[in-house]
């Protein structure tokens, strides 16, 4: 699963990335950590409109939520789609058909190791891409009280590769980050459902990607986390005896 992500670039190196425009009020920040559990606006990439970065938020509400109480409960349980069955939940099925698919720009992603009753944030990125795509699904919610259109997104995910399987060793799952062949085809090819399940089920490889431990600050509840100071470095002496979680 993936539910903490970052995207700690300026607003012209994310239009220059993927040769779209930010809305003129998007008003762009570093984040340096987003909890999926906040649902906060992201800058996405959709296959619709490949040109623009929309400012949408995270947790995916599908088309069929009848109230506004059904849309909040049902998008705590959409941030992420296990991309093996998006054809066929519910909550996930009409945009798979409907090839609503987009890119989730990040420059990292954090998980957690667990070791007995402790767990041990790590920092997670692409070591040949400065910003890297996440597959994701996008949809409109038409809300009932004002008619209005309500685009959210999901982020897929997929079978750990070794790194992350180490790492992520409860769930052994990572998100569907994307080489830069799969991302063009994500957003531009006319992708059947076998070719689309063919392109998620290969994970990024693990010798494309760093990782390192960070300070437990993440989840503390006294301190902000979406600072710079979330993704410094922290070692743990009782971590030092297992290397393959360090890349």
């Known amino acids: ?6 995207l700690n670039v300026k ?12 809305p003129p009020t998007a008003n762009f920040q570093p ?19 490949p040109g623009k970065l ?9 088309r069929w939520a009848r109230t506004k109480e059904d849309a909040t409960d049902i998008r705590t349980k959409t941030i992420n789609a296990r991309s093996e069955t998006i ?33 041990y944030p790590f920092y997670i990125y692409s070591s040949d891409q400065k910003i890297s795509s996440i597959a994701g699904l996008w949809d409109e919610w038409p809300d009932p009280e004002t008619g209005e259109l309500v ?33 063009h085809a994500w957003l531009h090819d006319d992708l059947s459902e076998k070719d689309t399940l063919a392109l998620l089920e ?9 990782s390192y431990s960070i ?17 410094t470095r922290t070692d743990y002496p009782e971590l030092s005896s297992n290397p393959q979680l360090f890349s």
Not at 151 to 162: C, D, H, K, V
Not at 202 to 210: V, W
């Open 54 to 62: 929309q400012l949408i938020h995270w947790g995916l509400i599908p």
């Open 31 to 49: 984040v340096y950590h987003a909890n999926a559990y906040n649902f906060p606006v992201w800058p996405i990439v959709t296959r619709q409109e």
């Open 215 to 231: 300070s437990k600050r993440i989840t503390s509840r006294s301190e902000p986390s979406d600072v710079p100071e979330v993704l």
């Open 87 to 119: 054809y066929e939940k519910p909550s996930f099925k009409s945009a798979a058909q409907a090839g609503k698919r987009c890119l989730i720009p990040v420059t990292g992603f954090f998980e957690w190791y667990t070791q007995g009753s402790k767990k």
């Open 151 to 183: 685009p959210t997104y999901t982020l897929l995910t997929t079978e750990a590769n070794p790194l992350l399987a180490a790492i992520h060793n409860t769930k052994k799952r990572m998100p569907c980050v994307l080489t830069p062949d799969a991302e």
């Open 11 to 22: 607003a012209e190196e994310l239009e220059a990335r993927y040769e779209a425009v930010l």
């Open 1 to 6: 699963m993936c539910f903490h992500k970052s």
């Open 202 to 210: 290969k994970p990024y490889p693990a010798s494309k990607m760093h």
